[in-house]
């Protein structure tokens, strides 16, 4: 049985690769987790109440540390189970809330056309690409077309595909059969934000350009378009339903931070505390990871300043950051589970390789963005800049798989090929017969059908905002 991804990577290389991973993990969960989700529960509940200080205090930070309390409080006495509810009882709130928001949106607007026809007209490039264009010319400062298919592969496998915060709903499955389609279902939800953050977006900016002043605006001028969601439901919404959104909301960041809250206790006393002292009582690991969970968060919420600085909008942060992380992980594993002769010694300096590099170039951007200094534009930037700020973060992703992948093979040939039997079942093609039917029992035309479904809606996605 295997309870965490660290864990995964020890039986298929060895305990070093399992301490870099989990160390890479909780690195993640302060730089992007905690930091975000605080953050984006702190703008959320300023913006909606339209408090900026209280007691003298600024509001951010009151919303922001309430709602890690608060959640903390229900995490430590309902466990996983509690995390699990409140995301089955969340969903339809905000379903409903954003349904509403959107047709509300649509309404004050003007229709649909109308917003097509004004976030069509806004240009985010000099090669003639506008807000609706998903898929951009390969120049763009931002989302190349070839960057962001690339990179969007590789961040997308290993958050959905080897992230303990993702994949322990996984593991808690009963079985094969339910794990499987609990992630075909989570598919299906996972195509709504398009229409819990995409359209609402657009309808925010669309309304913001109409009216000349809609969204509420940043020190330089521009429009804070992270407060996007929070200003519709604020303005848009009548009091009971924004009430009852502003739950959904609070239970969706509380669900996060549950998620997290366990995902990291379960990652330090497991990859970390009960390997060192394996006699450890029950009773005490809880303790132990609840105290690590507790200096996670601290550091997470000291990190918010650090971001806020580096002045990008938090979904370009959040991917910008991931971007560093991922490709060394996403390496390790796809070594691990392909190919036979990956060794012990290729999967940990993959890993190994991905964390140096990465933590290099979130040196590097928040060296360069407090010096005010505009990525691309220096008239004569040294190497290090061109390659750890300047090159665009999509393609750097791709660039970084590519070396972490050459780096694993390069280790593996050069060292000893693990034993056949340590990696059966853990590697493609080394399962038992035994393993082979109850996997194939596990799946039916169900799942064919409903994955194909979820693949043609998302490329009718692509294809309309072409």
């Not at 490039?125 to 506008?130: H, K, S, V």
């Not at 549950?258 to 006699?279: E, G, M, V, W």
């Not at 090929?417 to 029992?441: M, N």
Request: proline share 4%; aromatic share 12%.
């Amino acid at each position: 049985m295997v309870y965490t991804m660290p864990e995964f990577l020890e039986r298929r290389f060895n305990p070093q690769s399992r301490t870099i991973l989990a160390t890479i993990s909780l690195i993640s969960y302060v730089l992007t987790k905690v930091a975000v989700t605080v953050y984006a529960g702190g703008l959320v509940f300023q913006q909606v109440f339209g408090i900026d200080k209280l007691w003298g205090i600024d509001f951010f930070w009151i919303a922001a540390v309430g709602l890690v309390l608060i959640t903390a409080l229900y995490t430590i006495f309902g466990g996983m189970k509690s995390v699990l509810y409140t995301s089955v009882l969340q969903t339809p709130i905000l379903l409903l809330g954003s349904l509403i928001i959107l047709v509300l949106g649509l309404k004050e607007l003007g229709g649909w056309e109308e917003m097509m026809r004004i976030c069509s007209s806004a240009k985010v490039n000099e090669y003639g690409d506008t807000m609706v264009n998903l898929i951009r010319d390969n120049n763009d400062a931002q989302y190349p077309w070839l960057g962001a298919l690339i990179g969007s592969a590789v961040i997308g496998f290993w958050y959905w595909c080897t992230d303990q915060f993702i994949v322990q709903r996984v593991l808690s499955g009963k079985n094969e059969k339910e794990a499987r389609r609990g992630t075909i279902f989570g598919a299906y939800l996972k195509l709504l934000p398009v229409f819990l953050f995409l359209i609402p977006g657009m309808i925010a900016f669309a309304l913001h350009q109409k009216l000349g002043s809609f969204l509420p605006m940043l020190p330089s001028g521009l429009p804070n378009s992270d407060a996007a969601f929070p200003t519709l439901v604020a303005k848009l919404l009548p009091a009971g339903i924004k009430g009852l959104i502003v739950c959904g909301i609070l239970a969706a960041l509380m669900s996060s931070l549950a998620s997290l809250f366990n995902s990291s206790a379960a990652l330090f006393t497991i990859d970390f505390y009960q390997r060192f002292k394996p006699k450890t009582d029950p009773k005490r690991l809880v303790k132990i990871g609840q105290a690590a969970t507790v200096v996670i968060v601290i550091l997470g919420i000291l990190w918010i300043p650090v971001m806020r600085s580096i002045g990008d909008v938090l979904y370009l942060y959040l991917q910008d950051v991931q971007s560093v992380l991922a490709p060394g992980i996403a390496a390790a594993f796809l070594l691990g589970i392909v190919w036979k002769r990956a060794s012990a010694q290729g999967g940990m300096w993959a890993l190994l390789t991905g964390m140096i590099i990465g933590l290099t170039r979130l040196g590097a951007k928040i060296y360069y963005s407090n010096l005010g200094v505009e990525a691309g534009a220096s008239e004569n930037p040294s190497i290090f800049q061109q390659i750890f700020y300047d090159e665009n973060w999509l393609f750097f992703c791709g660039w970084m798989l590519l070396l972490c992948l050459a780096v694993g093979f390069v280790v593996s040939m050069c060292t000893k090929a693990p034993d056949a039997s340590k990696i059966q079942g853990l590697v493609f093609g080394t399962s038992t017969p035994e393993q082979r039917l109850a996997t194939r029992h596990s799946w039916n035309a169900w799942d064919i059908v409903n994955s194909i479904i979820i693949l043609g809606i998302t490329v009718a996605f692509y294809i309309y905002f072409w």
